[in-house]
T-cell receptor, first 111, second 111 residues
Framework: DGGITQSPKYLFRKEGQNVTLSCEQNLNHDAMYWYRQDPGQGLRLIYYSQIVNDFQKGDIAEGYSVSREKKESFPLTVTSAQKNPTAFYLC??????????FGPGTRLTVT | GEDVEQSLFLSVREGDSSVINCTYTDSSSTYLYWYKQEPGAGLQLLTYIFSNMDMKQDQRLTVLLNKKDKHLSLRIADTQTGDSAIYFCAETNQAGTALIFGKGTTLSVSS
């Protein structure tokens, strides 16, 4: 089955700890995206990557970091510098068209 | 700047039609999209319309595009309780590298 997987579905961390969220796709898509979703805020773009070893900041990149060493993988690290990290994080990928396909999401809770 | 606006809530009775509206700012958007999000899940691409079209129909879904007013709507015929979800409108950004999402319309269907 082709698709996008995000793990884990729920993640709990203590304040001050860095945490890495996984995103893997087997769709052979070139572009991958990370969004953050808060209630009533819609989706906000954190980072995106159009090709391996290249990525760009989105609208809310502060406190986050990414890497794109392989086409299939685009992990997101939420650092201790992110002031309000508790949110639902969504990964997406895109092929040649503009439509994006989403993973199931990871709900991160930081206390 | 680029922006997408949607009303936040819509409540309908089962069997009625639902119409979800969206306005966007970037007249150069090539495609416009509708996504559906069920509770705790990722986004599912419902349908999209090319910017040179006025209407697109896909089973119970009808998309209307008014380019002059930059207005997009999604009509769901014979709405069912399974249609209860958040619906997001999205446009491509000017660079064509990412999507800009509205805040989402929560559709509540009562029996």
């Amino acid at each position: 089955d082709g698709g996008i997987t995000q793990s884990p579905k729920y993640l709990f961390r203590k304040e001050g700890q860095n945490v890495t969220l996984s995103c893997e796709q087997n769709l052979n898509h070139d572009a991958m995206y990370w969004y953050r979703q808060d209630p009533g805020q819609g989706l906000r773009l954190i980072y995106y990557s159009q090709i391996v070893n290249d990525f760009q900041k989105g609208d809310i990149a502060e406190g986050y970091s990414v890497s794109r060493e392989k086409k299939e993988s685009f992990p997101l690290t939420v650092t201790s510098a992110q002031k309000n990290p508790t949110a639902f994080y969504l990964c997406a990928s895109r092929d040649l068209g503009y439509e994006q396909y989403f993973g199931p999401g990871t709900r991160l809770t930081v206390t | 700047g680029e922006d997408v606006e949607q009303s936040l809530f819509l409540s309908v009775r089962e069997g009625d039609s639902s119409v979800i509206n969206c306005t966007y700012t970037d007249s150069s958007s090539t495609y416009l999209y509708w996504y559906k999000q069920e509770p705790g899940a990722g986004l599912q691409l419902l349908t999209y319309i090319f910017s040179n079209m006025d209407m697109k129909q896909d089973q119970r879904l009808t998309v209307l595009l008014n380019k002059k007013d930059k207005h997009l709507s999604l009509r769901i015929a014979d709405t069912q309780t399974g249609d209860s979800a958040i619906y997001f409108c999205a446009e491509t950004n000017q660079a064509g590298t990412a999507l800009i999402f509205g805040k989402g319309t929560t559709l509540s269907v009562s029996s």
